[in-house]
């Protein structure tokens, strides 16, 4: 380690900033490790309530659409005039939910007709299915 010899006093121009370091790694693991142990150490008294009604029976039906424009009701081919009285039937007895299955084949307006008739039947709960690649 050389000393620096000159007469002349010059203020110190470097600020070392490893203690500065240290000291904000250690605050850091202390923040890491006591972090989830306070999410979990707060006490709390659940209400105690009486039992709650049972959900709504919800009841799932397939819709299918082949590559020629057909539309079948968990496999059974029928027509899309009876589509709609089919599904206000299944729907009154419970919540109604529609997987739709349609041929890629099939022009997307044969696959909005169905969706606009199964939403005229009060299906509020529709998902399209399809395949992974």
């Given at each position: 380690?050389?000393?620096n010899?000159?007469?002349?006093?010059?203020?110190?121009s470097?600020?070392?900033?490893?203690?500065?370091?240290?000291?904000?790694?250690v605050?850091?693991?202390?923040?890491?490790?006591?972090?989830?142990?306070?999410?979990?150490?707060?006490p709390?008294?659940?209400?105690?309530?009486?039992?709650?009604a049972?959900l709504?029976?919800s009841?799932?039906?397939?819709?299918?659409?082949?590559?020629?424009?057909?539309?079948?009701?968990?496999?059974?081919?029928?027509?899309?005039?009876?589509l709609?009285?089919?599904?206000?039937?299944?729907?009154?007895?419970s919540?109604?939910?529609?997987?739709?299955?349609?041929?890629e084949?099939?022009?997307?307006?044969?696959?909005?007709?169905v969706?606009?008739?199964?939403?005229?039947a009060?299906?509020?709960?529709?998902a399209?299915?399809?395949?992974?690649?």
């Amino acid at each position: 380690m050389a000393f620096n010899t000159s007469s002349g006093q010059q203020a110190m121009s470097e600020i070392n900033v490893t203690p500065l370091v240290d000291v904000m790694l250690v605050l850091l693991v202390i923040f890491i490790v006591t972090a989830p142990l306070l999410m979990q150490a707060v006490p709390v008294n659940l209400p105690k309530t009486g039992a709650a009604a049972p959900l709504k029976k919800s009841k799932s039906v397939q819709v299918s659409i082949d590559a020629k424009g057909l539309v079948y009701l968990d496999q059974r081919l029928i027509h899309a005039e009876l589509l709609e009285p089919e599904l206000k039937r299944m729907q009154a007895d419970s919540d109604l939910s529609v997987q739709l299955h349609a041929d890629e084949a099939v022009p997307y307006g044969r696959v909005a007709t169905v969706m606009a008739i199964a939403s005229r039947a009060g299906v509020a709960k529709m998902a399209f299915v399809t395949v992974p690649r």
